[in-house]
């Protein structure tokens, strides 16, 4: 069986050097034979792929202890769940996990577009393939996940050695959202091969206008929907497992993921002003390059040891292979612009300062001054120690400072923004935009500090979350008004009337609206309060309006692990309100042990509960609760974000047209009689978004 | 009577100044990392079985129980410890390039971002003059539409 799944990777290796080599000869000769042959190769790499997959599942299924990686990160008492999850808990499995998502994904670009585009899909199937050629050789080459145990005898035969059990799975892994995480992670990673394919395809085969980010939007909004999803998984599995009370801790992994995720919100935006004005078109390629780049530093970062991290893979020689990928993907991106660049030629130029494009460039300027921000914390430990010999850290703190301000600017864009015209905006019209949410805005900031509120990031955050709501709210406000004036119906009717209508428009609007959310709960952390406590027995903690009350510490075991648990009660206002279990779990197989928070989460702020283990001092429990004010609403953001970026993935709804017969008259005629061709023209046309 | 006001006073002093001591020792937590690899700050580092953070919680509390002035503490930890121990880059030598290029770079796009305008804007003065005449008449009505669209499209 380890055989097969060796076999099925071999000849997807094979495929896909087919699908690459006879892209370009069917590119060059424009035969469409060898095209079409190319493309039915690229998309049998994906069932290959998944055989392989599958192999390894069974593999894991099955206990088979004389496989090295699933000795390695599984045993026979490991639940279901995680043992599908093993899959990707280490550096070989992952990659052939990256492999399928790329190899799914590749599947899909090729089958959707099998009768579209011949122009242009024979280059994206080439660059598509030669990605999948890089991921296939490290899984048949450099880590294979189907090595087995054992070694030859003396006679120089093979002898398979199997344990009788395996070491386990990494504990941290053990929670349900370890087993969705990494793969939205990796679903937005890999994603984000496809627009860097399609834009790459355009620029080799000089592919005419605007057409290959058409092609590209949804690619790009569904690989960055994943990766936020990723994000804000991998930030709730910090928070309820890690047990240090936070989500985000600036760890250089957890800073490699938001690193694409940030070109990519860049890219959504800019894209915009390439396809309304033809604008932007170097900065749009190079950011589709940039986001596929950083895509796999974050791997590079991951996987080669370079920077220290709890979240990275054992240190490997691996890295090398991904500075020598990412070395030529930057040579071939700035070979191909440079060969091509007088087609990126801009068809429009700014207006004025004060429009959209001017927003959207602004927007992503703030942007990529973040990632350059956080690239340049992440990598500067490294830069340190090589240019002064010192190696240094930088954490927290770091990144706290230099990013906040940033980012609270960005949000003021995120409500300026759409309350902008295309092209220019008139200062009677910037007045009548602005003035309510500004104005309503810096009250509820007045109002917050008179009430106490005196933390200056988290004041100004609040004054911006108010303000950019509103702008939002008053976008659907006024386009719904003219829709129910007008049908009679009433606004609520007509605000999903005008959401449907221009789904892009209205569900980025949303997404804007869950990052408001998002930066709302953040902005909660600058409150947190914790408390530790050594507790015996029928001893209290206060913390906030709450009293934690210790009941006992008892053992709980089953056959994965033995667990140490606090039984506390929680009484709020002199009333008992619920009972919390912190642990402290042992796990059998790993001999490792991991603290399981206990988390009472609320609206208004959690109760984080942390059995923080044994003083060294004098062996009693020591319990460390925390209360975090509006960690709530980050999560709940998260989910708004996703609807919003699902709800600008669907189709427009069309507004029914009634036409009448009108008798045809000549342009000049029309002129004359007052009525504009050019106005007409440009009111029927989707002017927004 | 006056031993109660006493002993209240002298148990409150304590208390204050225990709080005190605790909060100067979160913050100077804040400040410093654990060095057992976790790259988690002082005071958040939680990990079971860490050999670390203890201790050096421990440390840090005595030295701002000595009242130990800040620097000091922190250049013992940076001794004891190595430069890896502080959670942000110092602003010295080499290492204020950590704090500075933030800054820098953002200004420098800033500006190039206005250049480019600039530039666009100068070439689109060109292009109109150099383009082909358009009537007075023309021209009156495409101003006239283009900020109807304007009004339209916000």
């Known amino acids: 069986m380890d055989i097969f799944g060796s076999f099925a990777l071999i000849l997807a290796f094979l495929a896909a050097v087919y699908a690459f080599a006879a892209g370009i000869a069917g590119a060059i000769t424009r035969r469409p034979l060898l095209t079409r042959s190319a493309r039915h190769s690229g998309m049998a790499v994906f069932g290959l792929v998944t055989l392989a997959v599958a192999s390894l599942e069974y593999f894991f299924f099955t206990d088979n202890f004389s496989m090295a990686y699933v000795a390695a990160h599984s045993n026979r008492a490991l639940p279901a769940l995680y043992k599908f999850a093993a899959l990707w808990a280490g550096q070989e499995g992952s990659l052939l996990f990256w492999s399928w998502l790329l190899s799914t994904y590749v599947f899909l670009a090729l089958f959707v577009n099998r009768n579209k585009h011949p122009e242009l899909m024979p280059y994206a199937g080439v660059v598509m393939a030669g990605v999948q050629i890089f991921f296939l050789t490290l899984n048949n080459f450099v880590a294979s996940p189907f090595g087995v145990l054992g070694g030859p005898d003396a006679s120089g035969t093979l002898r398979l050695a199997a344990l009788g059990d395996g070491h386990g799975l990494n504990p941290l892994l053990q929670y349900p959202e370890m087993v969705i995480h990494p793969p939205m992670l990796y679903l937005g990673y890999t994603g984000f091969t496809i627009p860097f394919a399609f834009a790459l395809a355009a620029l080799l085969g000089r592919y005419p206008g605007e057409k290959w980010i058409h092609i590209t939007r949804r690619w790009t909004m569904i690989a960055w929907c994943f990766q936020s999803i990723g994000i804000l998984l991998g930030a709730h599995w910090a928070y309820a497992v890690l047990g240090w009370g936070g989500y985000w801790a600036w760890d250089p992994v957890e800073n490699a993921s938001l690193l694409p995720w940030i070109t990519g919100t860049a890219f959504l935006h800019s894209v915009m002003m390439q396809e309304k004005r033809g604008m932007l078109k170097v900065w749009n390629i190079w950011l589709v390059f940039t986001t596929f780049m950083l895509c796999i530093l974050g791997t590079l970062l991951t996987r080669s040891g370079v920077i220290s991290s709890v979240h990275a893979f054992a240190q490997s020689s691996i890295g090398n292979w991904f500075v020598g990928f990412l070395a030529l993907v930057f040579i071939v991106c700035f070979w191909s612009y440079w060969l091509n660049r007088d087609y990126l030629r801009s068809d429009n130029t700014l207006d004025s300062l004060v429009s959209r494009e001017s927003s959207f460039l602004f927007n992503n300027l703030i942007l990529l001054a973040a990632c350059f921000a956080v690239l340049w914390g992440t990598l500067f430990p490294v830069l340190s120690e090589w240019v002064v010999g010192n190696k240094i850290s930088v954490g927290p703190p770091f990144f706290n400072k230099v990013n906040v301000p940033i980012a609270l600017f960005l949000l003021l864009l995120t409500g300026v923004g759409p309350l902008l015209a295309w092209r220019k905006t008139s200062f009677d019209a910037l007045r009548r935009n602005f003035a309510w949410p500004v104005i309503i805005g810096v009250v509820s900031g007045i109002v917050a500090f008179i009430f106490g509120f005196r933390e200056i990031y988290s004041l100004i955050c609040l004054i911006l979350c108010v303000f950019v709501t509103l702008s939002i709210a008053s976008e659907f406000y006024r386009g719904a008004r003219v829709i129910a004036a007008r049908d009679g119906s009433n606004i609520l009717a007509a605000i999903g009337d005008l959401t449907m209508r221009n789904t892009r428009r209205y569900g980025g609007y949303i997404v804007h609206f869950g990052m408001v959310l998002i930066f709302i709960g953040i902005a909660g952390s600058a409150f947190n309060k914790d408390v530790q406590m050594e507790m015996a027995p029928g001893q209290s903690l206060a913390i906030g309006p709450y009293t934690i009350l210790c009941q006992n510490f008892d053992r709980v075991a089953n056959n994965n692990f033995e667990s140490e648990r606090a039984t506390l009660e929680i009484f709020r206002d002199g009333r008992s309100e619920m009972m919390l279990y912190p642990e402290r779990r042992f796990f059998l197989a790993s001999e490792v042990t991991e603290t399981m928070v206990a988390v009472q989460s609320k609206p208004l702020h959690d109760l984080y509960v942390v059995y923080a283990g044994r003083s060294p001092e004098t062996g009693k429990p020591v319990i460390h609760a925390y209360q975090n004010p509006l960690v709530k609403w980050i999560w709940f953001g998260g989910i708004v974000v996703v609807l919003g970026t699902g709800l600008a993935l669907l189709p427009n709804r069309r507004a029914a047209l009634v036409l009448k017969p009108v008798t045809e008259q000549s342009w000049g005629n029309a002129v004359a009689k007052g009525v504009s061709p050019i106005g007409a023209i440009a009111r029927s046309s989707d002017a927004h978004d | ?154």
Request: charged letters at 20%.
């Open chain 2, 1 to 154: 009577m006056a031993a109660l006001c006493l002993t209240t006073g002298v148990l409150g002093y304590i208390l204050a100044a225990h709080a005190q001591e605790t909060q100067r020792a979160k913050t100077l937590g804040q400040k410093l990392l654990c060095v057992c690899g976790c790259n988690q700050i002082l005071t958040a580092c939680n990990h079971v079985g860490c050999t670390y953070s203890h201790g050096m919680l421990k440390e840090l509390d005595d030295r701002v129980a000595r009242n130990e002035p800040d620097d000091l503490t922190i250049q013992a930890f940076v001794q004891e410890y190595g430069s890896t121990v502080l959670a942000a880059p110092p602003t010295t030598g080499f290492n204020r390039a950590a704090w500075i290029m933030p800054i820098v770079v953002p200004l420098i796009a800033l500006y190039l971002f206005f250049e480019l305008i600039r530039r666009w804007r100068q070439r689109a003065a060109i292009a109109t003059a150099s383009g082909p005449a358009v009537s007075a008449e023309l021209l009156a009505r495409a101003q006239r539409e283009a900020g109807k669209d304007d009004d339209e499209q916000r």
